[in-house]
């Protein structure tokens, strides 16, 4: 079902964003009417996930019973991934609603591997989010960014950089303190932007999201 939704030219595209070659090319939105239609289905999703395959992993991610999953089961799943999105998806749609979702991030965030550390960040960023973060947390995480955010790999730069502007948006009392954060680490700053599209650099970030909710 999945391959006959596939498309060639976006396959090659999800491939070069870093998906594996077990990939069919498919929407994001013919997914998410797939996920409508089948509803939570746990072991279906299980299925789904050890196929590899990137849309079927996608599709699971939609219809995961979160509260079935073990933290070994999500650890053992986490650590064979290696494409951002998929990482982004399952940490966003399933591991943020999960009862350890602390320990993980601690856990994860602290890891050298880049994908554990994406992930782990990640689940900083649902926490941030959240709108709830004591100033003594918010203040541990801003020291951690400062510290480590320019040296960071790839994966995990992106998320923590994330949080950074997060923190920036959600808390007004940091957010001068977030952008000028970002100023003098510089992160992103000369990344080429699409047009309308919000810029990574986290100075922008923040002011373009701040001026908008104003409105």
């Not at 973060?133 to 918010?138: G, I, K, P, Q, R």
Request: aromatic content about 6%; overall charge positive.
């Amino acid at each position: 079902m999945l391959r006959g939704l596939g498309n060639e030219k976006r396959k090659q595209m999800y491939i070069k964003n870093g998906a594996g070659e077990n990939t069919y090319g498919v929407l994001l939105g013919e997914l998410r009417k797939l996920a409508g239609k089948l509803g939570t289905n746990h072991e279906l999703a299980l299925e789904l996930w050890q196929s590899g395959n990137t849309e079927a992993q996608w599709l699971a991610c939609m219809m995961f019973d979160v509260k079935k999953l073990t933290l070994d089961e999500i650890r053992s799943m986490v650590s064979q991934l290696t494409y951002s999105d998929i990482i982004d998806k399952f940490i966003g749609e399933v591991v943020g609603g999960h009862k350890d979702a602390d320990i993980l991030a601690k856990e994860w965030s602290e890891s050298g591997k880049d994908n554990l550390g994406r992930a782990g960040w990640n689940l900083i960023v649902h926490k941030v989010s959240g709108g709830k973060l004591t100033n003594d947390v918010l203040e541990e995480l801003l020291t951690t960014i400062k510290a480590e955010l320019q040296t960071a790999t790839p994966g995990k730069q992106w998320a923590m950089n994330h949080a950074l502007c997060g923190i920036g948006i959600r808390y007004p009392q940091f957010t001068e303190r977030c952008i000028t954060l970002g100023e003098a680490l510089g992160v992103y700053k000369d990344l080429k932007v699409s047009k309308g599209c919000t810029s990574a650099y986290a100075p922008n970030w923040i002011t373009a999201v701040v001026k908008k909710r104003k409105k």
